[in-house]
C-alpha cells in the first residue's frame, strides 16, 4: 500500500477566502537571477499528437497502453474525477469555470487520441459547498484520481481522500490539511508555511504608498481574518509599514459604510489592502471611501480581477487605479501569451466562460495529462505519485509563472494589473506577459496559526494512518 501521507454568511466568507487564497498562489524552482523578469520556458517534449498548449507539447495523443493497471483505469479508458461547488444555493455557480475548463480540457484530449491511446472518462462531481465528503467518497469508488477540483470545503472531505489512497491534482486546495495533504499535488501550490510576497513587493514597485503606509480591512469571518494575518505579517517581513486603522467589516454586510470610510480616512494609512473577494459587502465601502474623498491607494487580491469587478466600476468608478497582482497570465495578454490563446480557444470553443480558476484547472489537467503520458501503459497511482513529486517547474504551458508542484512550495513572481473603468491592463513590470521575480520574496509562515501539524516532510498528521 502507498504511504498515503453554520451561518450563510461564514459559507461565503469560506468560499470568497478560497477563491483568494488559489488566485495569489504560484510556484518556484527557477533559474533565474533575484528580483529580474521571467516568462515561461519553452517546453522540450514531444507531443504524439502533433498539437500543442503554449509552449507545452500535448501530452495526449494515440498509443498501445492496455490493461487494468488500477482502479479507474481499463485497455481503453482512465476515470477521473473533478468538478466544482456550482449548486451551492447562496452563491449559484459557484466555481463553476473550473468544471467546465476540466470538461473541455478531457474533449481537446480525447479528440487526440486520450492518454497513450486511453480514452479519458470524466466524472463530474458538484460538491454545492457542503458536499464535498459525499462527493469524495464517491470518487474513492471509482476514480483512478481526482483532477482540477476545487471544492471549497475541501478540508471535510480529506479524511476520506486520505483514508480511500486517492490522489489529486487539484484545481486548487484550502483546508489547511487538505492543503498539506498526502498524495496531494497542485499546479499553483500555496502551503500553509511559506507565503509568495511577490504580489504584494510588486503592488509596492506599482505604488510606493503601499510601502509607506497600509492598512488591511478586517472582517468577522474567521476563515477570511486568517487570510488578512498572513497577509499583514508578510508585508511587515517585506518591509512595509503596516497601519492598524481598527476597520473590520461585518461578514453580512453593514447598514452604514460612511463611518468605516471616515475612520479610514482619518488613518496614517496611505494604501488599503483588501482579502475580502469583491461583493457588496466591499463595493459598499469603496462607494464610501469615494464619497468621503479618501484619495488612498487600492492594492487587493487576484479575486478583484474578474468581470464583476470590471461590471460594477463601470459605473462607479470607485475602484479607478486600483491594482491586483497576478501569478496568471491575465486574459488581456492572449495576443502575447500563446497558452493564454489556446485556453481561450479551447474554452470558449466549448460554450465556456473563461477566468483565472478556469486556466487554474487547466494547469492541473495538464499537469496529470503529462505525468500520466510518461507512465504509460503502465498506468498506476504510484507511478503517478513518483512522477508528480519530481516536476518542479510547471508553468501550464505558459499560462502562469513557474511553479514546484512536486515540492509543494509557492512560488515568487507576480505581475500586476490596473483597472480603469472596465479595463484592467498590465502596468508591471511594463513588458507584457513577464513577471517580477525574486526568492527573496517567499517568506515563512507558522503552519500553527492555520492549526495544521506538519511532519518532517511538510505533510499533515491530522488523518495520517497508524
Known amino acids: 500500500m502507498r504511504n498515503l501521507r453554520s451561518a450563510h454568511g461564514a459559507r461565503l466568507g469560506i468560499a470568497a477566502l478560497a477563491l483568494a487564497l488559489t488566485a495569489t498562489a504560484c510556484g518556484a524552482d527557477r533559474e533565474e537571477a533575484d528580483g529580474g523578469d521571467t516568462a515561461p520556458d519553452s517546453a522540450t517534449s514531444e507531443s ?235 463595493f459598499g465601502l469603496l462607494e464610501a471611501l469615494q464619497r468621503v474623498d479618501a484619495k488612498m491607494k487600492y492594492a487587493f487580491e487576484a479575486t478583484w480581477y474578474n468581470d464583476v469587478t470590471k461590471q460594477w466600476n463601470a459605473q462607479s468608478h470607485a475602484a479607478d487605479g486600483m491594482i491586483s497582482a497576478l501569478v496568471f497570465q491575465p486574459l488581456e495578454n492572449a495576443d502575447v501569451v500563446p497558452a493564454v490563446q489556446d485556453y481561450l480557444d479551447i474554452v470558449q470553443g466549448a460554450g465556456a466562460k473563461p477566468g483565472l480558476l478556469g486556466m487554474q484547472a487547466v494547469s492541473s489537467f495538464l499537469l496529470w495529462a503529462d505525468v500520466a503520458k510518461e507512465c504509460g501503459a503502465d498506468l498506476t497511482r504510484d507511478c503517478m505519485v513518483e512522477g508528480l513529486k519530481n516536476v518542479h517547474e510547471w508553468t501550464g504551458g505558459g499560462l502562469h509563472a513557474p511553479t514546484d508542484p512536486g515540492g509543494n512550495m509557492p512560488a515568487s513572481c507576480a505581475l500586476v494589473v490596473e483597472l480603469e473603468g472596465d479595463e484592467f491592463t498590465q502596468v508591471f513590470p511594463e513588458e507584457r506577459g513577464q513577471f517580477n521575480c525574486s526568492d527573496d520574496y517567499v517568506v515563512p509562515t507558522d503552519p500553527a496559526a492555520a492549526g495544521v501539524k506538519l511532519d518532517d516532510n511538510r505533510i499533515s498528521t491530522a488523518f495520517a494512518k497508524q
Open 48 to 282: 504524439a499528437s502533433g498539437t500543442t498548449f503554449g509552449d507545452l507539447a500535448s501530452p495526449c495523443g494515440d498509443g498501445d497502453a492496455a490493461g487494468a493497471t488500477d482502479q479507474g483505469v481499463t485497455d481503453d479508458s482512465i476515470a477521473i474525477g473533478y468538478g466544482d461547488d456550482r449548486g451551492f444555493a447562496s452563491a449559484p455557480g459557484l466555481n463553476q469555470e473550473m468544471g467546465d475548463a476540466v470538461k473541455a480540457m478531457i474533449d481537446w484530449c480525447n479528440e487526440q487520441g486520450g492518454i497513450n491511446g486511453r480514452q479519458i472518462v470524466g466524472h463530474q462531481y458538484d460538491a454545492a459547498m457542503t458536499n464535498a465528503a459525499a462527493v469524495v467518497q464517491k470518487a474513492c469508488k471509482q476514480d483512478f484520481m481526482l483532477v482540477g477540483q476545487g471544492f471549497a470545503y475541501d478540508e471535510a472531505a480529506e479524511q476520506f481522500r486520505v483514508g480511500c489512497d486517492l490522489p489529486t491534482v487539484a484545481g486548487f486546495a484550502i483546508g489547511p490539511n487538505a492543503t498539506m495533504g498526502p498524495d496531494k499535488f497542485e499546479a499553483v501550490p500555496l502551503p500553509v508555511d511559506h507565503y509568495n510576497a511577490a504580489n504584494l513587493a510588486s503592488d509596492m514597485e506599482v505604488y510606493p504608498e503601499v510601502e509607506g503606509g497600509v492598512t488591511a480591512l478586517g472582517s468577522t469571518s474567521p476563515a477570511i481574518q486568517q487570510g488578512v494575518a498572513k497577509v499583514v505579517d508578510a508585508f511587515g517581513q517585506i518591509g512595509a509599514k503596516v497601519e492598524d486603522c481598527g476597520v473590520t467589516l461585518s461578514q453580512d454586510g453593514e447598514a452604514n459604510y460612511v463611518p468605516f470610510a471616515e475612520k479610514l480616512k482619518e488613518c496614517k494609512a496611505e494604501a488599503l489592502w483588501i482579502t475580502n473577494s469583491p461583493s457588496p459587502i466591499a
